[in-house]
């Protein structure tokens, strides 16, 4: 329509017309333009705020998988502690040493909520994350959450030892009643806890077999000790980051768009 007029004008010289006329297209290709631009800026503000809300959602759960974990290592801790006290005092063996002495090996493997920063960083987190000071305090985050997993994945000789030491019935019969609890939340999220008290009594021939046992791993007192001494460090370094990671997700909420 515009370009038959166009013709037109210009066959008749109607050189106001003409002029008219490429001022309508040109108008018409900027404002074309604009609208593009806007609504790319408008689905780029959209994007980002999702992936702000999202990384946000990972480090709260970091967070709360890091206070559940915690709990899981304190009973750890607890069980450990009574089996130490329990050994340096020369008591006899009974039902609560096996008990204490088996769940002080126990553990809970972990790695960092990072399935979206992941995403980003496949996908091109510049264009995401416009941000370059949120892009570096992400980074600085992520990594010291994968070098925090190194320490709290390490795993000393005791829980090996316990396990190739204790007898395997002993040791069955600890994981059949008073083994790890197994929950999951709303999103299908795995949250373990370890019961505080276990309700098991094992037989005088069960106590003996024991003794062997402990006989036979001269080096279970030290073992130990350098057990609640990694489950210490374990624990400082889950309590360490929540207060980090919990509050950069309120400054990515806040600064969503």
Same mark, same amino acid.
């Given at each position: 329509?515009?370009?038959?007029?166009?013709?037109?004008?210009?066959?008749?010289?109607?050189?106001?017309?003409?002029? @008219?006329?490429?001022?309508?297209?040109?108008?018409?290709?900027?404002?074309?333009?604009?609208?593009?631009?806007?609504?790319?800026?408008?689905?780029?503000?959209?994007?980002?705020?999702?992936?702000?809300?999202?990384?946000?959602?990972?480090?709260?759960?970091?967070?709360?998988?890091?206070?559940?974990?915690?709990?899981?290592?304190?009973?750890?801790?607890?069980?450990?502690?009574?089996?130490?006290?329990?050994? @340096?005092?020369?008591?006899?063996?009974?039902?609560?040493?096996? %008990?204490?002495?088996?769940?002080?090996?126990?553990?809970?493997?972990?790695?960092?909520?990072?399935?979206?920063?992941?995403?980003? *960083?496949?996908?091109?987190?510049?264009?995401?994350?416009?941000?370059?000071?949120?892009?570096?305090? *992400?980074?600085?985050?992520?990594?010291?959450?994968?070098?925090?997993?190194?320490?709290?994945?390490?795993?000393?000789?005791?829980?090996?030892?316990?396990?190739?030491? #204790?007898?395997?019935?002993?040791? =069955?019969?600890?994981?059949?009643?008073?083994?790890? %609890?197994?929950?999951?939340?709303?999103?299908?999220?795995?949250?373990?806890?370890?019961?505080?008290?276990?309700?098991?009594?094992?037989?005088?021939?069960?106590? #003996?077999? #024991?003794?062997?046992?402990?006989? =036979?791993?001269?080096?279970?007192?030290?073992?130990?000790?350098?057990? @609640?001494?990694?489950?210490?460090?374990?624990?400082?370094? @889950?309590?360490?980051?929540?207060?980090?990671?919990?509050?950069?997700?309120?400054?990515? *909420?806040?600064?969503?768009?």
């Amino acid at each position: 329509m515009i370009l038959a007029r166009l013709a037109r004008a210009l066959r008749n010289q109607n050189w106001l017309a003409v002029f @008219l006329e490429f001022i309508i297209v040109i108008a018409g290709v900027v404002i074309g333009f604009q609208i593009t631009a806007w609504s790319e800026a408008r689905s780029s503000s959209t994007q980002t705020t999702i992936f702000y809300q999202r990384l946000a959602e990972d480090l709260l759960t970091e967070a709360a998988s890091r206070t559940a974990r915690i709990a899981y290592l304190e009973q750890a801790q607890q069980y450990g502690e009574g089996a130490m006290n329990a050994l @340096l005092a020369g008591e006899p063996t009974d039902s609560q040493l096996i %008990i204490d002495l088996y769940q002080a090996s126990q553990t809970w493997d972990y790695s960092p909520q990072r399935s979206t920063y992941d995403e980003l *960083l496949n996908a091109g987190i510049a264009n995401a994350i416009p941000d370059v000071n949120i892009r570096r305090e *992400l980074a600085n985050i992520y990594l010291n959450l994968d070098n925090s997993a190194l320490t709290i994945s390490e795993q000393t000789a005791y829980r090996n030892n316990i396990r190739r030491f #204790m007898p395997h019935r002993l040791q =069955a019969a600890v994981r059949s009643e008073c083994g790890d %609890i197994w929950a999951f939340d709303d999103r299908s999220r795995v949250f373990i806890t370890l019961p505080e008290t276990c309700d098991l009594t094992f037989s005088p021939e069960q106590l #003996m077999e #024991m003794d062997e046992s402990m006989a =036979a791993y001269p080096e279970l007192v030290t073992d130990l000790s350098r057990q @609640l001494a990694d489950l210490e460090t374990k624990l400082a370094t @889950l309590r360490y980051h929540i207060p980090v990671i919990e509050a950069f997700a309120g400054e990515l *909420l806040e600064a969503a768009p």
